[in-house]
């Protein structure tokens, strides 16, 4: 399973960013997959996680009623929108997949442990 993350650059103080993940190589709907996010000095966190059939979606609080994530199955893509931007939403983006479809899982969790596929990430800095 490869990831490349895109959508990243630069945004002003409550702009709009549309990062988006793209897997090759796997029957990505299986897949449940998670979005993370690590600023400058300081640890990566949890921001937002899709289950394989989008049934569940969870979001950190600090981005919630500002960020949505959805997924496309057919082009293999996992979209995180992200409205009304701070600067406390600057950093680098990861996003990560596990196979929880092979086991039956219906659910997701923005916990790091839980994926064992990461992409490079994609930078977002916001200028307030």
């Known amino acids: 399973l490869q990831l490349v993350e895109s959508g990243g650059g630069l945004a002003q103080s409550g702009g709009s960013l549309r990062l988006s993940c793209e897997a090759s190589g796997v029957s990505f709907e299986v897949y449940a997959v998670a979005w993370f996010r690590q600023a400058p000095g300081k640890e990566r966190e949890g921001v937002s996680c899709i289950s394989t059939n989008s049934g569940t979606r969870n979001y950190a609080d600090s981005v919630k009623g500002r960020f949505t994530i959805s997924r496309d199955n057919a082009k293999n893509t996992v979209y995180l929108q992200m409205n009304d931007l701070k600067s406390e939403d600057t950093g680098l983006y990861f996003c990560?997949?596990?196979?929880?479809?092979?086991?039956?899982?219906?659910?997701?969790?923005?916990?790091?442990?839980?994926?064992?596929?990461w992409g490079q990430g994609t930078q977002v800095t916001v200028s307030s």
């Open positions: 990560a997949a596990a196979p929880w479809g092979y086991y039956g899982r219906t659910d997701c969790k923005s916990v790091e442990h839980d994926y064992d596929d």
